[in-house]
C-alpha cells in the first residue's frame, strides 16, 4: 500500500512522467494493433439489434483476425529488445537522473520483462490466445445481436476466407463461436477468395504505383522529420536513461511491442508503453493514420476502387434477398480478411471522411485532432463492418419511404455514412450509391503497364484543398 502512495506520489509530482505502474489512464488507442476492446467498450453486447417497424432479414459481415504474434520480418528486431533493455536497467542502475524519467515502479517491470519463446518463426502472425478467445466473443456477439440470422442451422451461413493459417484460424474461433462446437464435424458452407478479401495483395499495378511506393509515405515522411518529432526522440530517449539520442528504429520496435503487449492481454501493464507519453502515443497514432489515409483512404483516388468487389459480393447478396418473393438462404454472409479489406472498404463506402485531407504539418488543427480517419477505429484487431437487410413497414410511424433499409455497423456500432440517416439507409440510396460501384467494378488497370493516379497528381489538389480550408 505504502508503495503504491510512493508511486503516486512520484507520478503526480512529475507532470511530464509516464507511469504505467501508477493509475493514470493511459492511451490505449495504438492504430492498426489496437485491441478491439479499446475501441468497443460493450463488448460482448447481448441486446438485440432493434429497429422499430422493422426485421432483420439478412447480415453481409466483414471481419479482420483478432490479436497476432509478431510477423516473421518483425521478430530479429523485437528480439533485439531484450539486450536493449539490459541498457537501459544498466542506466537507471548507474545512477541516471535526468528528466524526463521512468518511474520506480516501471524501472522494475522492465527489469522483469522477458521475451515469450513461444514467439518464433514457427508461430509468427499466428493468433493469440487472446485473438482467438476475442473472436469467439466476437461471434457470440453477434449472434445476441441477430439471434434470428446467426442460427444453428447451417445452411444460414455462407463462409468467405484465403486459405492461409491465420484466416483458417478465425474462422474456426468464430464458428466455435457461433456454435460453441468444434466447427470441423460442421462442414459450413465456405468459399475460398483470397482475391475478395486481400484486395491489396492481387493489384501489381496498385502495389507498384501506391502500395510500396515511397511517394505514398511522403506526408507520414513529413510528419516525422518535425523538429517536434525530434524533440519527442529525445524525451523517450531520456526516459530511457540515454543522453544522446537512440536510433528511430529501436523507438519503432518499442512501440510496437507496447501495442502488441496491450493487445495480448489488455489488463497487463506494458513496461515498454512507458517509454512514451500520452502525446508521444498520439504521435505514432497519427503517424501510421497518414500512412493508411494514403495508402488505403481517401489520400489516394485508385485505392477505394480495390474495394468494388467486395461492395459488389454485398450488393449480389442482398438483391438476391430483396429481389426473391420466398426466403432465401444463407442469411449471414461472413468474410474473414485484414486490416487493408477494412481500410479500403471503409474509404469506398465514403465512411470516415474529413472535409480536409491529413497532412505531415496540420496534426495540431482542430480537425485534425478530432479527424474521422482513424486506423484505430477502422482497423483494430477483430475490427469489422456489418451490413444488415431489414425488411420494414414503409406505411408506419417510422417515417420509412422504402420497404428495405440497410444498417451499416462498424465494430458494432452503427456507421455515419453521407446517402443515410442516422445510420439506416433507404435501398434505393444504398442502390444508387453502392450499385454504381458493383455495376462499374473493373480491376484490369490491376495488371496495366500504365502507372495510376496516386498520390502524385493528387497532392497538388491536396495543396489546394488544404489552402483553401486554412483561408
Ligand atoms: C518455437 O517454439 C516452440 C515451442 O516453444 C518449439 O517447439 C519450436 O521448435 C520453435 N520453433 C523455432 C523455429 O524455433
Ligand atoms: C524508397 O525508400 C527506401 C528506404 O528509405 C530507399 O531505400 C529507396 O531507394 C527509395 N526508393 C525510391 C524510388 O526513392
Ligand atoms: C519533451 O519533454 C519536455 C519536458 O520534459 C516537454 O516540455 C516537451 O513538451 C516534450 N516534447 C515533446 C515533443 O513531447
New binding site residues.
Given amino acids: 500500500m505504502r508503495w503504491c502512495l510512493l508511486l503516486l506520489a512520484l507520478a503526480s509530482a512529475r507532470g511530464q512522467d509516464t507511469c504505467q505502474s501508477s493509475p493514470e489512464p493511459q492511451y490505449l488507442l495504438f492504430g492498426t494493433k489496437t485491441a478491439y476492446n479499446y475501441v468497443n467498450r460493450n463488448l460482448p453486447n447481448l441486446n438485440p439489434q432493434n429497429i422499430p417497424g422493422c426485421q432483420a432479414k439478412a447480415i453481409w459481415l466483414l471481419n479482420r483476425h483478432g490479436a497476432t504474434n509478431p510477423e516473421a520480418d518483425e521478430l530479429p528486431q523485437l528480439q533485439h529488445l531484450t539486450a536493449f533493455r539490459d541498457n537501459v536497467v544498466k542506466n537507471y542502475n548507474n545512477g541516471y537522473d535526468k528528466e524526463p524519467r521512468m518511474c520506480l515502479g516501471d524501472q522494475s517491470l522492465l527489469a522483469r520483462w522477458g521475451w515469450i519463446?513461444?514467439q518464433?518463426?514457427?508461430?509468427a502472425g499466428d493468433l493469440t490466445t487472446n485473438g482467438y478467445m476475442g473472436t469467439q466473443e466476437l461471434a457470440q456477439s453477434w449472434v445476441s445481436r441477430y439471434p434470428s440470422l446467426l442460427t444453428d442451422n447451417k445452411h444460414d451461413y455462407l463462409f468467405k476466407f484465403a486459405k492461409d493459417k491465420r484466416s483458417l484460424e478465425s474462422f474456426h474461433a468464430f464458428t466455435a463461436g457461433l456454435f460453441r462446437s468444434r466447427p470441423e464435424d460442421l462442414e459450413l458452407p465456405q468459399v475460398n477468395d483470397e482475391t475478395l478479401v486481400m484486395p491489396d495483395k492481387f493489384c501489381p499495378t496498385w502495389s507498384r504505383d501506391i502500395g510500396d511506393s515511397n511517394e505514398t509515405l511522403r506526408q507520414r515522411d513529413i510528419f516525422e522529420s518535425k523538429h517536434e518529432w525530434e524533440d519527442m526522440v529525445a524525451n523517450i530517449s531520456s526516459r530511457l536513461g540515454f543522453t544522446y539520442n537512440i536510433d528511430r528504429s529501436i523507438i519503432k520496435d518499442i512501440y510496437q511491442m507496447c501495442r502488441y503487449n496491450k493487445a495480448w492481454d489488455i489488463t497487463q501493464i506494458s513496461p515498454w508503453c512507458s517509454a512514451f507519453s500520452r502525446e508521444d502515443l498520439r504521435r505514432f497514432e497519427y503517424s501510421e493514420d497518414l500512412e493508411t489515409f494514403y495508402k488505403y483512404g481517401y489520400g489516394s483516388e485508385t485505392s477505394p476502387k480495390l474495394a468494388c468487389p467486395l461492395i459488389k459480393d454485398m450488393m449480389d447478396f442482398f438483391h438476391k434477398h430483396v429481389d426473391a418473393n420466398v426466403p432465401q438462404q444463407p442469411v449471414s454472409q461472413i468474410l474473414f480478411g485484414e486490416a487493408p479489406a477494412l481500410l479500403l472498404l471503409t474509404g469506398a463506402l465514403g465512411g470516415r471522411r474529413d472535409d480536409a485531407p491529413l497532412t505531415g504539418d496540420n496534426f495540431h488543427t482542430v480537425p485534425t485532432q478530432n479527424r474521422k480517419w482513424s486506423s484505430s477505429v477502422a482497423s483494430p484487431f477483430n475490427g469489422n463492418l456489418a451490413a444488415v437487410l431489414y425488411k420494414c413497414n414503409p406505411n408506419g410511424n417510422f417515417g420509412y419511404k422504402d420497404r428495405h433499409q440497410i444498417l451499416f455497423l462498424q465494430n458494432e456500432q452503427t456507421m455515419d455514412l453521407p446517402f443515410c440517416k442516422v445510420g439506416l439507409c433507404e435501398w434505393p440510396d444504398v442502390k444508387v450509391r453502392l450499385g454504381e460501384i458493383a455495376d462499374k467494378c473493373n480491376l484490369d488497370f490491376c495488371n496495366g503497364a500504365a502507372s495510376i493516379s496516386g498520390v502524385v497528381g493528387l497532392s497538388l489538389g491536396l495543396v489546394a484543398f488544404f489552402v483553401r480550408y486554412l483561408f
Fill in positions: 519463446p513461444r518464433n518463426l514457427t508461430f
